[in-house]
Structures are given as C-alpha cells and as structure tokens.
C-alpha cells in the first residue's frame, strides 16, 4: 500500500537517485505538510543515504525553536509568509548535515483562511549550501486539505529537484 500517488513517489524517486548521485543529503522543514515530505522521500529504497532529518514545525513556537526563525518575522509577515519559509530553509540548513533543505508553510484548510491569506496559500523555500536560495508562492485554491497538502508535496520535491 503506497501512502502517495504514484506521482508523488516517482518525484521523490528522482529527488533520491539525483542526491545519491550527487552525494548530498537534504533535510525538510515543515508545517502545513505535517512531515508527508519526510515521509514521500522515505517511501524510497535508499533513501537513508541522503535524508538527514525532518523538523515539523506545526507552531510558531517549534519554527522559532527548533529552526531558529525570527519572532519579529512572525509578528511582521505572519507563519504563512516568503520570509516565514525562507527562514525556515535556512534554519534547516543550519540544524541539520543537509546540503538541500525545502521548507513549507501554509493554510491547508478547510478553515484558517483569510481574504489576504486564503485556504490553499502555500509558501515553499529550498536552500542550499552554496547559498542559493528559491521561493515559490502557490494558490492551490481551496481544494480539499488532503488535495493542498499532497500538491505541495510535488511541488517541494520539484524544488529540491531544481535546486539540486
């Protein structure tokens, strides 16, 4: 029984095959995904060589905890925001052996949403090493909550597959 469709684990297959070839290792940070990127990457065989860790970071208290994201940065631009997920990228970078860290946070719904932030808003961020960094802002619309989470899992393995 595969927890994803078969899309998601051909994704996550590529993001394994293209770490090990490149032998670097990746770390997730994530919120409104709840782990189901961890979690996709280790459906693969092998994967053991290249996943280091995942940090779920539900709350605002974990992103600034465990990932070292700005209390002001919460305060100015809120959890769902470029630079809440830009930071938490970074912040798994930097609590991790990773080489590649994809960071996610967003309203997956069915409530939470607002007019400025609707349900479905997802912010994705990938951070390498070598400094790179790369942002992606998707409105997956208001799709059902298992639909948002499971679209921003096959967007965060794109972003690792692009920044890798």
């Known amino acids: 029984m595969n927890l994803f469709p078969q899309e998601v684990i051909d994704k996550a297959e ?5 770490l090990i070839k490149k032998e670097m290792m ?7 995904t709840g782990g189901l990127i961890a979690a996709a990457l280790t459906e693969v065989s092998g994967s053991s060589a290249v996943v280091d860790r995942g940090f779920v970071t539900y709350s605002n208290d974990a992103k600034m905890d465990m990932l070292g994201v700005q209390a002001e940065t919460l305060k100015r631009f809120g959890a769902v925001s470029e630079q809440t997920a830009c930071e938490m990228a970074k912040g798994a970078l930097s609590h991790s052996k ?14 939470g949403g607002s007019a400025e932030k609707p349900v479905g808003l997802v912010h994705l961020a990938v951070a390498s090493q070598d400094g790179r960094l790369a942002h992606r802002e998707m409105l997956y619309g208001d799709i059902g909550r298992d639909k948002v989470r499971m679209a921003t899992v096959a967007t965060a393995l794109d972003m690792i597959l692009d920044l890798a």
Not at 26 to 32: F, I, K, L, P, V
Not at 98 to 111: C, E, K, M, S
Request: aromatic fraction near 4%; glycine fraction near 12%; charged fraction near 10%.
């Open 98 to 111: 990773a080489q590649i860290a994809i960071a996610v946070t967003g309203i997956a719904g069915p409530g």
């Open 14 to 18: 590529w993001v394994i095959r293209l």
């Open 26 to 32: 990746t770390a997730t940070a994530e919120s409104c």
